[in-house]
């Protein structure tokens, strides 16, 4: 509720009209050519004039007409028990409630215009919001109106899914349940719970069903980080990282800023310790190993690429490096194993070398710590490992954390899932939310398992794979539609309120599991408030409920408050040992990864994440094989060549990809891709990869063959991948091109080192090929003539983008179309490069294709204020506005694009089709819910590009002027990308007042203007990257 | 083949300008015979154009329906066929004004044979080019008057800082003066078709265009006058005209545009592409209508001079290009131009420089310039090459400009083939009526010419 805090409201629109129409300078524009004595007179004698008049009567119009229309929810879901008095149609209101992806659970407020719940904003009460997103959560409210949701319960006929009403379903559901005497044989598929609800709900269930098992099925949970803290900690311990004062931090193949637990928070804390303002400030250290270069890698001060397998041993070398160099304490359980392991060779002894070193003089240092993260992907013996050193350097409690979820319900994996199915020790499956057919390892068939067992019922949010086999289909709420409520990894509760009604006859999975085990219909809040009432006693009260609500985060829950500790070493010690024995096979080393975009398959229908370009390789609507330069030649292989990959007997044909970084002898493929019958965004996009994961270990799996196919998929990238030449970083050599000729590098990222920036303040400028004063405008002999930029307004726009912080997560690109009504223009027209995201994210490599560096930079309308796109519009349909915005004019736009064509930043985007329409088209009408009622919905032929959310300054401006001031305060306008970003790379505000934040950040030394040898005066500017590798590491 | 040498003129000792010593009336009858009894090659040319034409109604149908979206455009290359088309149309535009109009002033007679075609062929050119910018346009239906400065209630101009608007009033003014003085330089010949005409219909049609024209010395007098004065008006605009395209270009700021030579480079690049197309017109003319003796060797020979001259001058423009770009020490300037040597449109760049400046260079040699074969064949390489280079310069810029992650491929789908192929369409159907219902040669202009409109001819006053 942050942003309408410091707010005032004025009564109606008329009354602002009228307002703003009093005042006699204005009307004078009305009557050109007549003494202004007059004039003044006229207008004072008359106050209501015709432009007036005319005011007051198109307000009221459109007031009448816009309560008139527009979907309304019903009264009783609203969380005011009655409107509130300053409830104006057309104006956002802002509802707090959650969401969770895997176990991360994040604190959501979402913009509701008119009782549609249109765009997502981070709460910054959530510890693991701070008030930012990541591209998931910005898209999910593209999923509450997506068309292929499933709008009501269905009956399996004969392999033929026929409507039915929830009254059948339960009859049926009841029925079998009743056969089975305790609930033998029944068995309860589920996605992470971290709801306090449903968790008292599956005991409810467990209660009266005492023999019925539990299962996960989750690929976007971190099951075996959760696995590994049972076994060493106690049930119900979950293991989580706080590294906001970590100064040297390894990620052990943990993309912890784009698909690991809690990556809003840890992208968060990671961008305190990378926060530089002038030289000689000390930045974190991070270190990474993985085996697929991530946005985690590219951030990586040192990056060296391991293949999965290998990863637990150069972990245990470093646990060696730390025990016998450094005086590490280990538990006498495991010590020994660690001293008796072989030493590390090569690169690899020499990265820990370093490594430990730094973590060493981390745990030594005051007032910082260290931290080892090791990412979800690796097995549970690498995880003990990981906590052996957390431990052994006294990082626990510190940077690493552990706490008990209360009320945890033990559950049962894959694996027993189909030995269940298998040996028929189930045999009526209710799956929850989970869809086990598509999203399970191949090596464990559970979909063929799953179609014998004699009953299924699943409840999801559409017809998926699970649904087409299930005999009963239930299908799910939106979480905007729900009750419910959500505990954090570190035990912050939310409660979770619905935006809106259910659009269909959906219900949620709390209140489908409470029907099943009662068999009577309770509702979403009774339940919700139920739990609340018992855990909290007398302490609750309506006043707490409603202040629950209001702030998005529960106060004076009630905690166990057991205390944690590591306790089974030696179950450490025999994990650890036996997957130091674990030999590595031979052969092609396959590695699956969650998908920054479509998570692992739950958001494949979703087209803003679909065209999402993925964060490094910038593919979109597709996934591919990725695999390094390198190995590519030696397949003989290109983009987009087909290969084949086997393992144990499976295969799939799917896209090369090249991909820098990547280690040698794997491969990687990103989950969720290449559905069936799944929905019109999702099918066709990409190559399904779950049949190639071994049961065991679903993440990757060695001993695979990798062969060339004949012919292509084509599959298309927003960026010219791999084209470095000619070299884009200034720190660089000039480098030669394909044909032996030499350029000099283009000045376009610009980045150091901490030394570098300490020896060399100006690193920034430095850059540029020419010093400001040798440039001369166009503009300067031109005052005052037409066109000459006249910048007059108080406030003057700008924003800064620091490349240190930018981690190229992604979610200013969805935040920013979720905000702008931006279209999605489909595979095809992103293959013919139309792509028509205002904000893109420029990734480039630099430095060896086989351990590269690399560097994100966000490009969006820099706001020149000699704009070379206002010169060349014969139309006047880009203007300056007096606070310098580059203005717009959709309705005046012809569509030459000479603008695009002289932007030397390549910001605008044109419609070469009516892409809105045709987006109507595909999708019927469902889909215009989710528009901004702010912003112009662009018709084909017309050129856009980012406004910097100028709806928004706007709305500020106009809250002020209410106010009655001139100035909007620094930080009352929040641009889409600045309030969804985690590592707040971005800044917004008014650049001619010295004292605000961007005003501060333009005067650092780092802040250097894109292409400034142009003159074009961006008012987008950008702050150089640090980098701080060690400085004996070279 | 021999070099034949050319007739002298017993008088003047130059050159005879029309061969084998017709009388006027041979002239006009060799003139109106096309018009008055067509042959069947006219209509093979004629439907034939007409079908291509109609290839441009179906492209552009499609495209009013669906948008620019159907060519292959993308988001760095914002402009390509249609505006590669405009620049080539605009370019041939050139010759006939060059022709009529400079060369009168300049007194060169020979030009008199044609002039009249080759100012057709401006004016069909230039309605060719006059298109694409509309049609290229996002919404062409506003785009048609939001682009001229129209008085309205919102008091919204165009924007007078654009180059696009600079051509707007650049062309229409070109299209204006060309077509005023082709009409003039008409109305002497439209009242010999009025006279000679048989139907009433062409008859009335050529009365009325004829203006009452009766050849009277009064008559005379203001036509040679208006002539002059609208060749002089005229002159000015075959320099300005191509100069002002060349702007669209030039004052943008994208390396590879951004360049102060292209006005003389475009203008010479214009002048080089329309003497090109008059030869690939008037080669087969010359032939099929008979009029051999009228539009001589000669007259073949002083066009492959003048596309000689431009075409050196062209390469020169390259090489300057060049040695700028590496002067300038710019990097973005220097990669864009390397970039057009060896990038992805490697094969554009060399098609342009072998058909635009190696090609040429045969007219060094009189046998060739005298050569109908070699000149047709050269006449339709800087045909080609004059659109590559149109292409160079548009495509090779905007696909890779200063920032490498916007950098893309542009390549054409089959609705830009087929907006270009039927623009061919309209112009060749256009000429083709031209052909068919008005003298494709200055009849009363070529008379002047000839000896016989000398008053001392057959005297001998030795």
Request: proline content about 5%.
């Amino acid at each position: 509720m942050s942003k309408q805090s410091h707010k005032t409201y004025w009564r109606s629109i008329e009354a602002r009209e009228l307002q703003e129409q009093g005042v006699v300078p204005e009307a004078a524009d009305e009557f050109p050519g007549q003494e202004l004595v007059t004039l003044g007179r006229k207008v004072r004698d008359h106050k209501l004039g015709r432009r007036k008049f005319f005011g007051v009567v198109g307000a009221t119009g459109a007031a009448g007409l816009a309560t008139g229309c527009i979907r309304k929810p019903t009264e009783h879901i609203l969380p005011f028990a009655k409107r509130p008095e300053d409830r104006i149609p057309g104006k956002a209101e802002y509802y707090a409630t959650a969401n969770q992806i895997g176990s991360t659970v994040v604190g959501l407020l979402v913009e509701s215009q008119d009782g549609r719940p249109i765009k997502i904003e981070g709460n910054p009460r959530h510890e693991n919001s701070g008030g930012a997103t990541d591209a998931w959560i910005q898209a999910t409210v593209l999923s509450l109106y997506d068309p292929d949701r499933s709008v009501g319960p269905m009956r399996n006929e004969g392999g033929e899914l026929v409507d039915t009403d929830w009254g059948a379903a339960g009859e049926a559901i009841g029925a079998a349940l009743a056969a089975a005497p305790q609930g033998q044989g029944v068995g309860l598929v589920l996605r992470d719970v971290m709801s306090p609800t449903m968790l008292a709900t599956i005991r409810a269930f467990q209660d009266k069903y005492p023999k019925a098992r539990l299962f996960l099925s989750d690929p976007a949970t971190d099951a075996n980080r959760r696995d590994t803290a049972e076994t060493l900690i106690g049930e119900g311990a979950r293991l989580s990282f706080k590294i906001d004062r970590a100064t040297t931090l390894f990620a052990v193949d943990c993309d912890f800023l784009s698909t690991d637990a809690d990556h809003i928070r840890l992208a968060q804390e990671y961008a305190v310790r990378r926060h530089v303002e002038k030289p000689g400030d000390t930045m974190s250290r991070l270190y990474a190993i993985e085996p697929h270069f991530t946005i985690t890698g590219a951030q990586a001060d040192h990056y060296l690429p391991v293949t999965a397998h290998r990863i637990g041993h150069v972990l245990m070398g470093l646990a060696r490096e730390l025990a016998t160099v450094h005086g590490a304490k280990f538990d006498d359980a495991i010590n020994g194993l660690i001293t008796g392991s072989p030493e590390l060779e090569g690169e690899e002894a020499k990265f820990v070398k370093f490594l430990a070193a730094d973590l060493k003089a981390s745990a030594d240092a005051k007032n910082a710590t260290g931290v080892v993260m090791v990412g979800e992907r690796q097995p549970p013996w690498v995880h003990a490992l990981g906590v052996a050193i957390n431990s052994a350097m006294m990082f626990f409690g510190r940077s690493a954390r552990a706490h008990y979820q209360d009320n945890a319900v033990p559950m049962e994996g894959l694996q027993a899932l189909a030995a269940a199915l298998g040996n028929k020790a189930i045999n009526t499956v209710i799956v929850l939310g989970a869809n086990p057919v598509y999203d399970t390892p191949g090596a464990l068939d559970i979909g063929n398992l799953l179609s014998q067992a004699s009953l299924v019922v699943h409840a999801g949010d559409s017809l998926d794979d699970t649904a087409r086999i299930a005999h009963w289909h239930l299908p799910l709420s939106h979480y905007l539609e729900t009750w419910g409520d959500l505990e954090s990894s570190a035990g912050t509760v939310s409660i979770c309120q619905p935006l809106i009604d259910p659009l269909f006859d959906t219900r949620s999975e709390i209140e489908i599991l409470n029907w099943i085990t009662t068999g009577k219909e309770t509702a979403g809040l009774d339940l919700v408030q139920a739990t609340w009432r018992e855990a909290l006693g007398n302490a609750y009260s309506d006043r707490e409920w409603r202040r629950w609500l209001h702030d998005g985060v529960a106060a004076g829950v009630p905690r166990s408050g057991k205390a944690i500790r590591v306790e089974h070493w030696d179950k450490a010690a025999e994990l650890v040992e036996a997957g130091l024995n674990t030999a590595s096979p031979e052969g092609w080393e396959l590695n699956f990864h969650v998908c920054p975009k479509v998570i692992d398959g739950r958001m494949a229908n979703n087209m803003w994440l679909q065209e999402l370009p993925h964060p490094m390789s910038k593919l979109t609507w597709d996934n591919a094989v990725y695999l390094s330069e390198t190995e590519a030649s030696q397949l003989g292989v290109s983009n987009c060549d087909l290969v084949k990959v086997e393992v144990g007997g499976r295969s799939i044909t799917a896209p090369v990809w090249i991909a820098p970084g990547q280690a040698p002898k794997t491969i990687s493929i990103g989950l969720g891709y290449g559905r069936e019958k799944f929905g019109r965004h999702a099918d066709g996009a990409g190559v399904n990869a779950y049949p190639l994961q071994a049961g065991e270990n679903p993440w990757f799996v060695g001993g695979a063959q990798v062969t060339k196919v004949v012919g292509r998929r084509m599959i298309y990238s927003t960026q010219d991948h791999g084209s470095m030449h000619p070299g884009v970083s200034y720190t660089g050599e000039d480098q030669p091109d394909n044909v032996g000729l030499t350029y000099p590098t283009r000045p376009i990222v610009r980045e150091t080192t901490v030394d570098g920036y300490k020896k060399n303040p100006d690193f920034a400028q430095e850059g540029d090929l020419m010093a400001e004063e040798n440039l001369k405008s166009l503009w300067d002999h031109n005052e005052g003539v037409i066109g000459a930029p006249e910048l007059k307004g108080i406030q003057q726009w700008g924003l800064v983008i620091d490349l240190n912080k930018c981690t190229g997560c992604n979610t200013c690109t969805i935040a920013c179309q979720a905000e702008n009504n931006i279209a999605t223009v489909g595979r095809s027209e992103i293959a013919n490069g139309r792509e028509l995201h205002w904000i893109r994210l420029d990734r480039y490599f630099s430095g060896d294709s086989s351990r590269p560096q690399a560097i994100i930079q966000p490009m969006l309308c820099q706001h020149c204020e000699t704009a070379p796109c206002e010169s060349v519009c014969p139309v006047n349909a880009t203007n300056h506005s007096p606070e310098g915005l580059n203005d717009m004019a959709y309705n005046r736009c012809v569509g030459t694009r000479y603008c695009a064509n002289n932007c030397p930043y390549k910001v605008r985007r044109f419609n070469f089709f009516n892409y809105n329409r045709r987006m109507d088209e595909t999708n019927g009408p469902i889909q215009n819910m989710v528009r901004n009622p702010d912003v112009t919905v662009r018709f084909r032929g017309v050129i856009e590009k980012c406004t910097y959310c100028v709806q928004r300054i706007n709305e500020a401006k106009i809250q002020a002027h209410v106010n009655g001031v001139d100035v909007v305060k620094d930080g009352d306008i929040v641009t889409a990308c600045q309030q969804a970003c985690p590592t707040k790379a971005i800044t917004f505000g008014d650049i001619a007042d010295p004292e605000t934040k961007v005003a501060k950040l333009r005067a650092q030394d780092r802040n250097y203007n894109v292409l400034q040898d142009l003159l074009t005066r961006p008012r987008t500017t950008y702050l150089g990257r640090v980098r701080n590798p060690n400085p004996d590491y070279v | 083949m021999a070099v034949a040498a050319d007739k002298l003129d017993p008088l003047s000792g130059r050159k005879d300008l029309v061969e084998g010593h017709p009388t006027f009336h041979d002239v006009t009858e060799a003139v109106c015979a096309p018009i008055e009894s067509p042959s069947w090659r006219w209509w093979v040319a004629f439907l034939m154009s007409l079908s291509v034409l109609g290839i441009l109604g179906i492209a552009l149908a499609y495209l009013f329906y669906e948008g620019v979206g159907i060519w292959g455009l993308n988001n760095p290359v914002d402009w390509g066929y249609a505006i590669v088309n405009f620049v080539f149309w605009v370019g041939i535009g050139h010759a006939g004004t060059l022709i009529s109009a400079v060369l009168f002033l300049f007194r060169q007679k020979w030009r008199t044979s044609i002039n009249r075609a080759s100012e057709a062929m401006t004016i069909f050119a230039v309605i060719c080019a006059l298109m694409f910018p509309l049609v290229h346009t996002g919404r062409p239906w506003l785009a048609a008057y939001w682009l001229l400065p129209l008085p309205n209630q919102m008091d919204i101009w165009p924007n007078f800082r654009s180059p696009l608007l600079w051509d707007v009033f650049a062309v229409s003014t070109y299209f204006t003066v060309s077509l005023l003085f082709w009409y003039v330089g008409l109305i002497p010949d439209l009242a010999t078709m009025r006279d000679r005409a048989k139907t009433k219909t062409r008859r009335i049609a050529y009365g009325i265009f004829s203006l009452g024209w009766r050849g009277s010395n009064r008559h005379w007098q203001h036509y040679e006058k208006a002539y002059l004065i609208l060749a002089g008006l005229a002159t000015p605009l075959v320099l300005s005209v191509h100069t002002i395209v060349s702007f669209d270009f030039a004052v943008s700021q994208l390396p590879g545009w951004h360049t102060t030579i292209f006005p003389p480079y475009f203008v010479a690049g214009a002048i080089f592409s329309g003497f090109a197309m008059v030869l690939t017109l008037m080669l087969p003319l010359r032939s099929w209508f008979g009029l051999k003796h009228i539009i001589t060797v000669k007259h073949l020979e002083n066009m492959a001079k003048v596309i000689l001259l431009t075409g050196t001058l062209v390469g020169y423009a390259y090489a300057m290009e060049f040695f700028i770009a590496w002067y300038s020490g710019n990097p973005y300037e220097s990669y864009a131009f390397a970039n057009r040597l060896f990038g992805d449109y490697w094969w554009a760049y060399w098609t342009m420089v072998s058909c635009n400046v190696l090609s040429p260079q045969v007219f060094w040699f009189k046998k060739a310039r005298r050569s109908v074969l070699v000149l047709f064949i050269v006449s339709i390489f800087v045909n080609i090459g004059m659109w590559f280079e149109r292409f160079v310069i548009t495509v090779t810029s905007l696909h890779h400009d200063f920032l490498p992650s916007s950098w893309d491929y542009y390549s054409p789908t089959i609705w830009d083939a087929a907006t270009l192929l039927g623009s061919f369409g309209l112009f060749f159907t256009l000429f083709c009526l031209f052909v068919r219902y008005l003298p494709s040669i200055a009849i009363a202009e070529v008379k002047s010419v000839m000896p016989e409109a000398d008053p001392h001819h057959g005297d001998d006053h030795e």
